[in-house]
């Protein structure tokens, strides 16, 4: 059973194309959170959700929305695509509150050509 | 704000050497920490995690300790092998943030 699962894994796609990446938890966790893991490995936040409701959205283009149905789900939509996007974009999820482990989905790979 | 500063690596070591990967952070409040691990092509895994002063998170043989005196959470391992070569993340978490802030990433590279 995987926690937290996002498709797709791997998605090249051509600049100014928009593309969404799906992201679920089975762990009934309540906060769902967005990474984005350039090419030096350097992992940076780019939103949070608690149920369902935005708590965190840091200094992202708008070209990126969020979008949280439920709980269970985040998922991420982007706009007019850049070479700049390319990048592993992580899923992750936990229960609110310092000392809880968030548990993170295993990547999309995205390329922009 | 938050922030978390780890070793540049690469680190290289020989087979059952002894690892430290140092960490040491700046945070409000008390924070949590974490050390992930990612393995080549693959996603980030909770290593080890220590909430509160002078605790110590172990796991598969790594350990790190909580110092609030010294604000580090450097992590160790007695005997490295050629299957702990990853990328390591020393990362904390505090209600202020209400995220996880992650240092650089420190890559650990094990030779027979």
């Known amino acids: 059973d995987t926690a937290v699962s996002q498709t797709p894994k791997y998605l090249v796609t051509q600049m100014g194309n928009d593309k969404s990446i799906k992201c679920e938890q089975n762990?009934?966790?309540?906060?769902m959170y967005w990474y984005k893991q350039d090419s030096k490995k350097f992992l940076k936040i780019m939103f949070s959700?608690?149920?369902?409701?935005?708590?965190i959205n840091e200094t992202v283009p708008n070209r990126f929305s969020p979008k949280s149905p439920d709980k269970a789900h985040l998922n991420l939509h982007i706009n007019s695509l850049e070479l700049g996007d390319s990048a592993v974009y992580f899923c992750?999820?936990?229960?609110?509150?310092?000392?809880?482990?968030?548990?993170f989905g295993e990547g999309s790979w995205l390329t922009v050509v | 704000g938050n922030s978390v500063t780890q070793m540049e690596g690469p680190v290289t070591l020989s087979e059952e050497a002894f690892l430290t990967i140092n960490c040491t952070y700046t945070?409000?409040?008390?924070?949590?920490l974490f050390w992930y691990v990612q393995y080549p092509g693959e996603g980030l895994q909770l290593l080890l995690k220590?909430?509160?002063?002078?605790d110590k998170g172990s796991n598969k043989g790594f350990e790190a300790t909580y110092r609030k005196e010294t604000t580090s959470f450097h992590l160790e391992k007695g005997s490295v092998q050629v299957s702990d070569s990853a990328v390591y993340f020393c990362?904390?978490?505090?209600?202020?943030?209400?995220?996880?802030?992650f240092g650089g990433g420190t890559r650990l590279m094990v030779k027979p």
């Open positions: 992750a999820s936990s229960l609110s509150g310092s000392g809880n482990t968030i548990y």
């Open positions: 762990l009934g966790h309540d906060t």
């Open positions: 959700y608690n149920n369902k409701e935005l708590i």
């Open positions: 945070a409000t409040g008390y924070p949590s």
């Open positions: 220590a909430t509160k002063a002078d």
């Open positions: 990362a904390l978490y505090n209600n202020a943030g209400n995220m996880l802030t």
